[in-house]
């Protein structure tokens, strides 16, 4: 007697329709009318996401002339990780490192900001990349960019 559960079928069935519909990243076309993309991940932490958005990235920089790069973290870490990729200065380690999210800490965080890095350190001032945050947990990280911002225009 074989016993079959039908709602494992059919997840099994459903996730040969996933794959079967996926592409490798080389296959992956953007329409030039495109002007921003998201890319997701089922589970945060994981390296084989972080690789892959790196991989989509550079495609998309080098494929449709995209420069910015924007994740899901404290608007003032991200102000380091841009200021290390225009500047080339610092450890992109120690900066992942120093993120609040956690799930930043890792090597693949790291890859992409010395990628980033690397990229600006070759191109022209217009075609430079610049990396941002979108979430606001820790304003005391941004506060001193912003003083220092205020006292530069003030004195101007």
């Known amino acids: 007697m ?9 997840a099994s069935h459903k996730i040969k329709d996933v794959v079967a519909a996926g592409t490798t990243v080389e296959e992956f076309t953007i329409p030039s009318d495109v002007e921003i993309v998201g890319v997701g991940e089922a589970t945060h932490g994981n390296k084989e996401f972080q690789e892959i958005k790196l991989e989509m990235f550079k495609k998309l920089v080098k494929e449709n002339g995209f420069t910015a790069f924007a994740i899901e973290a404290d608007y003032g870490d991200c102000l380091a990780a841009n200021e290390y990729i225009q500047s080339g200065e610092g450890d992109a ?12 800490h890792t090597e693949e965080m790291a890859d992409t900001l010395e990628w980033m890095r690397d990229y600006n350190m070759a191109v022209n001032e217009n075609q430079k990349l610049r990396f941002y945050g979108f979430d606001m947990q820790n304003p005391e990280v941004t506060v001193p960019y912003l003083l220092d911002y205020l006292k530069r225009i003030t004195l101007m």
């Open 2 to 10: 074989i016993g079959l559960n039908y709602k494992t079928v059919l």
């Open 93 to 104: 380690r120690e900066i992942v490192n120093n993120m609040m999210f956690t799930l930043y």
